[in-house]
């Protein structure tokens, strides 16, 4: 019930920020304090909060490069980045996530290009039918596997993040598996002593736009209502970018933040044995697909 009215109400919590902050305002401090030549990847970047996070990433000085599916799109948030922010250094690669060929081409460009990668954001918002949904959550896992594990090994990397946002919020087991494989990630990275952190973000309810096909007081009123329990897009990225460039989360991993502040889990999200055993059936998955894409 505290948590429902501090969300309400905007109430900042210990980081300073609450609900209402916006990503603008979350970073609006960070540009001074960040190492110079940063790079974050970022999927799902073509619209809603993965485009408004390339967007404040990039004017904060941050080298973005934007994996998506549909380049066209991603053409014109780069276009709207550049002409916000002139200087802006914005790399388009392609990017099929339902796709193991195209996730590991996609990988294979990106080390072409020789640069540090220091933020990885995976920020899944669409929602498909369920095949399509857990074929996209594997090949993710792909990705942040194929990433962590060649960042982990780069002792010079001073610098590694990796935001795991999945704003598709239909299924509660989504969530759960985000957050255990956030955990085991972390865990696992802890023990090799890599410089590489690893935490789970939830944006909020956020607006999409909502289409009102009928009119009427009654209509109206549950809109306003409604209206007021939805963030905006750049509120829903505000965590993003305050855990991926705050450096009050510097050396945080395998937590859950909500709101920019970090959020206690269920008692299962915290289970050690459910999230190696998460981690150990997705790995094998993820073998038996990469055999199968290659036969």
């Known amino acids: 019930m505290k948590a429902t009215l501090r969300y309400l109400a905007g109430i900042a919590g210990p980081s300073g920020f609450g609900s209402n902050s916006t990503a ?23 619209s809603g909060i993965g485009a408004e996070t390339a967007r404040v990433l990039a004017k904060r000085g941050v080298r973005v490069v934007i994996g998506a599916r549909d380049l066209k799109k991603a053409r014109e948030v780069r276009e709207k980045i550049q002409k916000e922010s002139p200087g802006a250094e914005v790399i388009l690669l ?14 294979s460009e990106f080390l072409a290009l020789e640069l540090p990668l220091n933020i990885l954001m995976n920020v899944l918002s669409e929602l498909g039918i369920l095949g399509r949904q857990n074929r996209n959550d594997i090949c993710y896992k792909l990705l942040r596997t194929f990433f962590v594990n060649e960042n982990a090994g780069r002792e010079n990397d001073r610098y590694g993040k990796e935001v795991s946002y999945n704003g598709t919020r239909a299924y509660a087991q989504s969530k759960l598996a985000t957050i255990l494989h956030v955990k085991e990630v972390a ?3 802890k023990e090799r002593n890599a410089k590489v952190t690893i935490n789970a973000v939830h944006p909020g309810i956020v607006k999409t736009g909502i289409i009102r096909a ?6 109206d009123s549950l ?12 509120q829903g990225a505000s965590t993003t970018c305050y ?10 991993s395998g937590k859950y933040f909500t709101d920019c502040n970090e959020s206690n889990c269920s008692s299962l999200a915290n289970e050690e044995s459910e999230a190696k055993k998460l981690w150990n059936d997705t790995y094998a998955l993820l073998h038996k697909r990469l055999r199968q894409a290659t036969n």
Do not use: Y
């Not at 392609?94 to 990988?107: G, H, N, W």
């Not at 009928?214 to 209509?219: D, E, P, R, V």
């Not at 809109?223 to 750049?234: D, Y």
């Open 24 to 46: 603008e305002q979350v970073t609006q401090d960070f540009s001074s304090l960040l190492p110079s030549n940063l790079t974050a990847l970022i999927t799902g970047a073509t």
């Open 94 to 107: 392609e990017i099929d996530l339902s796709s193991f060929a195209s996730v590991q081409r996609f990988c």
């Open 214 to 219: 009928h009119k009427g007081l009654i209509t």
């Open 243 to 252: 855990v991926a460039l705050s450096g009050k989360t510097e050396g945080v």
């Open 223 to 234: 809109f306003f209502i409604a209206s007021k329990l939805l963030k905006s897009i750049s």
């Open 187 to 189: 865990r696992q990275l």
